[in-house]
């Protein structure tokens, strides 16, 4: 594992092929999480925020060991201007989603219906996108913005 | 305890044990899939805080280092565990803005239905009044009454007409303000019902017509349900301050019903009336005892409807 150094002001980011976690089990996820965590921290998230992104991460990372039986996740910091950010890539070679509107819907899954899951992300994160196309494979992006 | 819940409590309490040992995310893994556990098992947010909060206290006493230390450092995952409810929880908030946008889009469907019918289905009925007139005109006078029940009848259809147009939509309401278009609405469920409305209003303002259009939705539901199941012979529909509150209050003397036990049997009514008292910011609370009437109170907030009014 590639390690991330952030020092003070003096930000190191790391590149994207360097925060790539293959899911295919729980400790996966635990490890995904972890390094999502860390990055949070690292580019000054609360560990409130950072705890949302770990949240995050597991319900990704959930539907790939559900859906696709195994993918991956890619953590990518973010900076425009002074601001950082942590972008979570899901990705997997899984089915697709048929149905990607309905997908999103609290009412679709058994996560949904307990507002977890994709609309779960959603609102967690700042930015949320997928791409799927419902032949194969999927394609989530994440994203929050540190707002302190 | 269910066994479900104890199994929750036991998994909670060796996961908080390994994450104070020291095993990281692991543990704060473990957590956060226990609290989605929690709320998928539909456990109430006070009992996981309860399971959680015991767990806790467990390991305060068993570990030698102090209590604070302890407490600080279980703090990354009692978050942890409460993440799925924080996610639940947007979903309730954002489900709740999406319903009050739906209700005001039905409110405005329903007033302009309720205009339709009552502006231009009346027109037309009063130009059948005038070929009706121009046939009567065109018959031998001995044939000129026949046309009269048909007359007295289409009379019952347009004041069945603006009947339905007003309590869809009261033009009262929107024209003159809540107090008007309460006191239309208790005469004509006095009439139908046979029972003494009184409506007593002690506010000195009109409020924001969000807040007008609840109150008037909330009486309707009540008046509805008091002449349905009540059997009462009176009922008091009251407005008033209290302590920079708006309160509505329905007050039968009618048969009364145990609160606890309505349940489902609350229905769709109660639970849509509570729910668009809770977009004004306010409260529903039901008292009643088997035989001795029920009464409905509702606080409502005043600071909301200055928020409200001015955000128009």
């Known amino acids: 594992m590639h390690m991330t150094r952030l020092r003070g002001a003096q930000t190191v980011i790391v590149g994207i092929e360097e925060s790539r976690v293959h899911i295919d089990s729980d400790g996966a996820i635990v490890e995904a999480r ?16 950072a705890t949302l992104i770990a949240t995050s991460i597991s319900e990704l990372a959930r539907n790939i060991l559900l859906y696709a039986g195994e993918g991956e996740i890619a953590l990518q910091p973010l900076r425009t201007g002074g601001r950082y950010g942590l972008a979570v890539f899901a990705s997997d070679h899984g089915p697709g989603i048929a149905d990607l509107e ?35 494979g999927t394609v989530v992006r994440a994203a929050m913005w540190n707002h302190s | 305890m269910k066994d479900s819940e104890r199994m929750l409590a036991e998994r909670m309490t060796s996961a908080l044990n390994s994450y104070l ?9 473990a957590a956060y899939e226990l609290g989605r556990d929690a709320l998928g098992s539909g456990l109430g947010l006070l009992s996981h805080a309860t399971m959680l909060d015991r767990a806790l206290l467990m390991a305060v006493r068993d570990r030698p280092e102090g209590a604070a230390d302890v407490i600080e450092r279980a703090e ?14 947007r979903a309730v908030r954002d489900t709740n803005a999406v319903l009050r946008r739906l209700d005001r889009a039905r409110e405005e469907e329903v007033k302009r239905l309720a205009h339709e019918l009552h502006d231009e289905a009346g027109q037309m009925l009063a130009v059948v009044h005038l070929d009706l007139d121009r046939v009567a005109n065109e018959l031998p006078p001995g044939f000129r009454d026949r046309l009269e029940p048909v007359r007295a ?18 033009t009262a309401l929107d024209d003159l303000g809540l107090l008007p278009a309460l006191r239309f609405l208790g005469e004509g469920v006095a009439r139908r019902a046979s029972i003494t409305v009184r409506v007593e209003d002690e506010l000195d303002r009109r409020l924001s017509p969000e807040v007008e259009t609840v109150l008037y939705r909330a009486v309707q539901e009540a008046l509805t349900n008091v002449a349905r199941h009540a059997e009462a ?11 920079g509150l708006v309160v509505l209050s329905v007050t039968d003397d009618g048969v009364g019903f145990d609160p606890g036990r309505a349940g489902d049997g609350a229905g769709l009514g ?29 606080p409502i907030p005043l600071v909301e409807h200055a928020a409200h009014s001015a955000g128009r």
């Open chain 2, 153 to 170: 009848r289409l009379r019952d259809v347009e004041l069945q007409l603006r009947r339905i147009s007003h309590e869809m939509r009261p």
């Open chain 1, 102 to 136: 309905r997908a999103l819907e609290d009412g679709y899954s058994t996560s949904g219906r307990l507002g977890l899951g994709l609309p779960g992300v959603r609102r967690l994160m700042d930015e949320f996108e997928v791409r799927t196309n419902g032949v194969g």
């Open chain 2, 270 to 298: 109660i639970t849509g009336m509570r729910e668009r008292l809770a977009s004004i910011g306010g409260t529903l609370e039901i008292r009643s005892t088997p035989g001795k009437g029920t009464m409905l109170r509702a």
């Open chain 2, 21 to 29: 040992d020291g095993s990281g995310e692991t543990a704060l893994h």
């Open chain 1, 34 to 49: 972890q390094r999502g965590r860390s990055l949070a921290l690292g580019l000054g998230f609360s560990a409130g925020s």
């Open chain 2, 76 to 89: 990354p995952f009692l978050i942890e565990a409460f993440s799925p409810f924080e996610m639940a929880q």
């Open chain 2, 233 to 243: 012979t009176r009922v008091t529909v009251r407005l008033e301050h209290e302590d």
